[in-house]
């Protein structure tokens, strides 16, 4: 997986000869929309939901057309973490490779996104008190997709979602509309309008909606930690840029070079 300071290959030509679920894509910000797509910020994820696929978060678990998805290596979530008095907390980052915002000074408990292997491996050091998985979510909080009391959804709760494709015919109402409003309206420059009893496109009820072009959902491996498709929804194929391939190098927040980062291979989720 990918740490900040990351400085990524990306393979272009994955636009032209497709992505697989699991990918590490790299993609244009699809809510900047003060600015052009060319000059939009350029984010990466994991791609875990390809056209035509129904995502589903349970209690933080990931399932695609209901199957459970194995998490990927370097896919973390929040720990509560409790030091003894002899532990070092600059020690602890340096080997986490975690920034500085989750090592407040003076601070003897820590909530910090591990790994499995990260949390085990603490859990044998005996300047750790303990290590304990924060529960997942559970409430419906007003900044999850798709922003609306119909779809009382979180982080960890999410879903049965489909993601659209090409050519698929979506059956809008008034209860559904939140799924596809920015679709319709930003992605694909329709202008629909909702009274509160019905959606209106063109002077015309809208009940159907023939979708332009393929789209794809996406999740960050720091799964408690990332802004991705569970707040903003879909992200259009058009705004891929390519697959992350590898790492080149790493720097560290003082701009020093990470030590293990050198041409270092990312993989599919589950390689």
Do not use: C
Request: aromatic fraction near 8%; charge should be neutral; proline fraction near 7%.
């Amino acid at each position: 997986t990918l740490l900040p300071g990351d400085l990524v290959g990306v393979e272009r030509w994955r636009v032209w000869t497709g992505f697989e679920r699991g990918d590490i894509v790299v993609f244009r910000d699809p809510v900047q929309d003060d600015r052009s797509l060319s000059s939009r910020q350029l984010l990466v994820k994991r791609l875990v939901g390809l056209p035509g696929d129904t995502v589903q978060l349970k209690a933080g678990a990931l399932f695609v057309n209901g199957e459970e998805i194995a998490p990927a290596k370097g896919e973390s979530h929040r720990h509560l973490v409790r030091l003894r008095g002899t532990a070092d907390p600059e020690a602890l980052r340096q080997q986490l490779q975690l920034p500085l915002a989750f090592f407040p000074p003076g601070r003897s408990t820590l909530e910090l996104p591990l790994s499995k292997v990260q949390a085990d491996s603490l859990r044998e050091r005996k300047d750790i008190v303990s290590v304990e998985p924060m529960g997942p979510s559970t409430g419906a909080p007003g900044h999850i997709f798709p922003y609306s009391p119909n779809f009382r959804w979180n982080n960890d709760r999410f879903g049965p979602l489909t993601v659209p494709a090409k050519g698929d015919t979506l059956r809008i109402d008034v209860a559904n509309f939140p799924l596809y409003d920015r679709l319709i309206s930003r992605y694909e420059g329709h202008s629909p309008t909702h009274d509160g009893r019905r959606i209106v496109l063109d002077g015309v009820p809208l009940e159907q909606y023939v979708v332009d072009q393929d789209y794809v959902f996406v999740l960050g491996d720091a799964r408690d930690h990332s802004a991705d498709s569970r707040y903003w929804g879909f992200v259009p194929m058009d705004h891929l840029v390519g697959r992350a391939g590898f790492v080149l190098l790493g720097q560290n927040e003082e701009g020093g070079l990470r030590s293990g980062r050198w041409f270092v291979g990312l993989g599919r989720q589950g390689d």
